[in-house]
């Protein structure tokens, strides 16, 4: 295919990588990025233009990162280019009232009904990390119940996996997590009702939310069955606990509605972040008025930011989204992914090779082959981390840069027309067959 510049060398980004190292943890700002799961250089990047990347050593790739869920549109749409121009050309920040956090809030509000109020934040960490304040302050309790596989950013009380027993205690995920706050903490796996009702049996009274990514795309695709997602909602009534819906991933981007809008779910606080903004460092988290009026200035739960609602950040999040719905991109993407995913599904079958691939509207996930679906962590074949480590690398060699870890999910954009996937598929097959 076009993208196919082997001989390219990686010289630049060596270098550039070992100055990193002096300089950051790991060369790096987010540990992915530091190719640890699939081993080698990382690539640097000095440039991102619709579909594509390009390398510091002059080579290009077709791009599914995608900054890790974004770039709905692609790289630098040249409408939203325009918004942000326009933006820099008028304001970077205030740090006081301004219309253009209103505009976004109010789109918002119009389409999402469960969405009665919002707070925008800088990054999704902090919107779960604030809704969680919100749901201990409104129930006067301390514990939380998450899934095991779901990741809500780095915020001390949700990095915690399953303790030994099914519904135990959580212990910590990383060092420097207290375990006094890793015990506030129950982790259930994923599409277990037993285990999830074991736990309510045990901690009900004591939750003051359940956390759930209701399109699980943190630890693979684990797509949950509609049944299970009702559950944990009725559960986290039947409790008095406070259902918190992290859409951070799939917020704006399986559809205008995010999997709320699909599964028909109805949360009381929600937590958006990554299309929301664009590209740019916007999250928010909304949900429930009586909820939202607890936070200051109108109640006694802190939170604040120097930076929150930044201008810049909310033209691209609304010229994003506007141009979404005009474009009714979330159809045309779910189509192409359909499509996409068809070809190397039939290509993975044809060969009889040992890979699979899942996708709910615009996020796939290349795995490998169990047959069936895969809905908890425990199901992900042994192997699957260095099978795809040697299927990343032979793509990387040749244009395509998949998510440098196979447990990281790729995007779909609207920049990704159906030529490109088609030729993407036919490569990955090809490496897939090695
Ligand atoms: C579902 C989910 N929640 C929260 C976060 C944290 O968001 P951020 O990286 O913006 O802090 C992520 C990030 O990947 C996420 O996927």
Request: charged share 20%; hydrophobic share 40%; with cysteine.
């Amino acid at each position: 295919m076009k993208e196919v510049q082997k001989e390219v060398s990686m010289e630049h980004s060596q270098k550039l990588f070992e100055r990193s190292l002096k300089v950051a943890p790991g060369g790096v700002h987010s540990p992915v990025r530091a190719f640890k799961s699939v081993g080698g250089t990382p690539v640097f990047f000095k440039e991102a233009q619709g579909a594509h990347l390009t390398s510091v050593d002059g080579k290009r790739y077709v791009d599914f990162c995608m900054s890790f869920g974004p770039m709905l549109l692609g790289h630098r749409d040249p409408v939203v280019q325009q918004a942000v121009h326009s933006m820099i050309d008028t304001a970077w920040s205030f740090g006081a009232c301004e219309p253009y956090s209103l505009e976004l809030a109010e789109w918002i509000q119009a389409r999402l009904p469960w969405v009665e109020k919002l707070r925008f934040v800088a990054s999704g960490t902090e919107a779960v990390m604030s809704a969680l304040r919100v749901a201990r302050a409104a129930t006067g309790r301390e514990k939380v119940l998450k899934f095991d596989g779901c990741y809500h950013g780095h915020l001390d009380s949700l990095l915690v996996k399953s303790g030994s027993g099914l519904a135990g205690e959580g212990s910590s995920d990383s060092a420097g997590v207290p375990e006094s706050v890793a015990r506030t903490t129950i982790v259930v796996p994923l599409n277990d009702l037993e285990a999830f009702e074991a736990a309510l049996k045990k901690h009900g009274p004591e939750l003051a939310a359940i956390a759930i990514e209701p399109l699980p795309a943190n630890y693979g695709l684990l797509e949950q069955s509609p049944e299970f997602l009702k559950a944990v909602q009725e559960g986290a009534k039947r409790v008095g606990a406070i259902f918190l819906l992290d859409e951070v991933i799939s917020g704006f981007r399986v559809g205008l509605t995010g999997m709320a809008g699909r599964m028909g779910l109805k949360p009381d606080l929600v937590c958006f972040g990554k299309v929301l903004g664009g590209g740019f460092n916007v999250a928010c988290y909304g949900g429930r008025r009586d909820l939202l009026d607890l936070v200051a200035p109108n109640g006694k739960v802190y939170q604040a930011g120097t930076l929150s609602a930044n201008p810049v950040g909310m033209r691209a999040g609304l010229t994003t989204l506007q141009r979404a719905e005009s474009l009714q991109a979330w159809e045309v993407l779910e189509g192409r992914t359909r499509q996409f995913c068809r070809e190397l599904t039939e290509g993975f079958d044809r060969a009889g090779l040992p890979w699979q691939v899942d996708s709910v509207a615009s996020i796939f996930w290349i795995r490998s082959r169990t047959g069936g679906p895969i809905r908890s962590i425990a199901e992900i074949p042994e192997g699957h981390k260095e099978r795809y480590a040697k299927l990343f690398h032979w793509l990387l060699d040749r244009g395509i840069y998949l998510p440098p870890s196979g447990y990281e999910v790729g995007f779909v954009s609207m920049a990704h027309t159906p030529e490109i996937l088609s030729q993407v598929a036919a490569t990955v097959i090809e490496g897939a067959s090695r």
